[in-house]
């Protein structure tokens, strides 16, 4: 069946995947079909002839056996009589044209009676004189395919004459026709058959593809919930599950942007609202108190710092999104680096006097982009230190393990329950929101030191009992960044 979907952009006539199998197991069918039977029919023919052939040469040798004795030179004048009698029944027996010539080419014997006296000029006959035994295949308008044989008489090894059988083979030509006009219809009935199976079959093949491109169309509407079922066990079933994984991760990114989206616009709006409200109290004040001015401007300064950190953040996330091939590694010694990040939040823990304390059990060095890595020990310290209360305790420390430098931050403080647990890391997660609001954090901190260090090829873990503290590990591969 032609499926035509009529055209595409470039003009090209749409030919369905079915009607291409279809097509081309005809092809290749009628194509073999045609070798068959030609090879078949030019066998049977050349059986055929080949036995023509043999039954008129044993014909023309036994003859010329029994006419040698009557060709001797002192018997020439009265051959005619003594021939004529072998040849007349012979050749009506085998109902062919007998013409036996002297070694001149003299037609002494003529069945047909036309040639007798006269010289007689034939290639089977002129090459029988030369002592060969000869056939020739003729195509004659009139009488149709003939048969010429034609051999030597030989006379004590002397040549003496030829004999010449022309015998009409028009009936092997017949029984050839009728075989292969069986041949033909056996053919035909085959490419019918086969048709309608190929059709079964492509229809069976090309039935995947088929649900597979509605599936697609349907996902191209924006259903990116569809899955395609597969019962088969074969290439389809792989390439339909390949492409649900491929569906199940779109459908993941496509929840995380409209989530992103949603929780940008809230996070942005959040302390636009409180600028708005602000303000408007400001104009709307009737008293002009100085003291009143300042302390709202001072709120709205801070809101203003808090837009400007979240959109920071947002920005270096979209950085480390787009630099995945660019990090700039150098080889660090990891020690230095946590006793700089530790030196430079000491200020910040004594605020709160929480005891910060670096332990160093190994000096690990490795390739890593320092800026980078630095930033997000520097994110996860500072959660240690804002979510633990006053007099509280942080401890870094750094070791290896395996393959693995492994960095722990532990702290004493309020800890996280088990259900946040596995959101921590989520851009915008906060446990607490209303408690957020105040040590102003947006959210961001964990998904971009998750961010870096996974560019790093590490991971980060974190465990945590709520009310007793929690501990982080950022785990980096020692051989990173090395080639
Ligand atoms: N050491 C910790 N102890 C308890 N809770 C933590 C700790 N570290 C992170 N959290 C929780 O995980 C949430 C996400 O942390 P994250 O650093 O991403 O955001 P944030 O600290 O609120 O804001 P910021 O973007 O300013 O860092 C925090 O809001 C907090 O609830
Ligand atoms: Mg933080």
Redesign the pocket.
């Given at each position: 069946m032609v499926t035509i979907l009529g055209r595409n952009k470039n003009n090209r006539r749409f030919i369905s995947v079915r009607w291409k199998l279809v097509s081309t197991y005809l092809l290749l069918i009628v194509v073999s079909l045609i070798i068959i039977n030609v090879f078949i029919s030019q066998t049977i023919l050349n059986i055929y002839l080949n036995q023509e052939k043999l039954e008129y040469l044993t014909e023309a040798n036994t003859l010329s056996n029994r006419l040698k004795y009557y060709m001797m030179p002192s018997k020439t004048l009265n051959l005619v009589d003594y021939i004529g009698p072998i040849i007349e029944p012979r050749s009506q027996k085998i109902d062919s044209r007998i013409i036996v010539v002297d070694k001149n080419n003299i037609v002494i014997e003529d069945s047909n009676s036309a040639h007798i006296g006269q010289e007689f000029k034939h290639s089977e006959i002129n090459d029988a004189l030369k002592g060969k035994n000869v056939h020739g295949l003729y195509n004659f308008k009139k009488l149709g395919h003939v048969l010429y044989t034609a051999v030597p008489i030989k006379l004590d090894n002397e040549i003496v004459g030829a004999v010449l059988i022309s015998a009409s083979i028009n009936s092997v030509y017949e029984e050839l026709a009728q075989i292969n006009n069986k041949l033909i219809l056996i053919s035909v009935t085959s490419i019918i058959f086969i048709a309608l199976l190929s059709f079964i079959f492509a229809s069976y093949l090309s039935s995947p593809i088929e649900r597979f491109t509605r599936i697609i169309s349907q996902i191209s509407q924006d259903k990116l919930n569809q899955r395609i079922k597969m019962d088969t066990n074969d290439e389809f079933k792989k390439m339909a599950d390949s492409f649900n994984i491929m569906l199940n991760k779109l459908d993941q990114v496509d929840k995380q942007r409209k989530d992103f989206v949603a929780n940008v616009s809230h996070e942005l709006r959040t302390p636009l609202s409180s600028m708005k409200l602000l303000s408007e109290s400001l104009i709307h004040q009737e008293e002009s108190n100085i003291d009143i001015y300042k302390e709202f401007l001072k709120d709205i300064n801070s809101e203003v710092n808090r837009l400007n950190?979240i959109i920071d953040?947002l920005l270096y996330l979209v950085d480390l999104d787009k630099e995945k091939l660019t990090l700039n590694y150098g080889t660090t010694y990891i020690n230095f680096l946590l006793e700089r990040i530790v030196t430079r939040l000491q200020p910040l823990a004594k605020e709160k006097s929480i005891d910060l304390e670096l332990k160093l059990k190994e000096k690990v060095q490795i390739s890593i982009d320092s800026d980078k890595i630095q930033q997000s020990i520097i994110?996860i310290i500072?959660?240690?230190i804002?979510?633990t209360p006053k007099e509280g305790q942080v401890k870094v420390s750094l070791y290896t393990k395996g393959k693995n430098a492994i960095i722990e931050i532990k702290?004493n403080?309020?800890?996280?329950d088990k259900e946040s647990l596995s959101h921590?890391f989520d851009r915008f997660?906060?446990?607490?929101k209303a408690r957020?609001r105040n040590?102003?954090?947006?959210?961001?901190?964990?998904?971009i030191a998750y961010q870096i260090v996974s560019l790093h090829q590490g991971t980060i873990k974190v465990e945590?009992e709520v009310g007793e503290g929690?501990t982080?590990y950022i785990m980096l591969p020692t051989d990173i960044g090395i080639d």
């Open positions: 950190n953040d994110n500072h959660n240690a804002k979510y702290d403080g309020i800890g996280i921590v997660y906060r446990v607490d957020a040590t102003g954090g947006t959210g961001l901190g964990l998904s945590s929690s982080f």
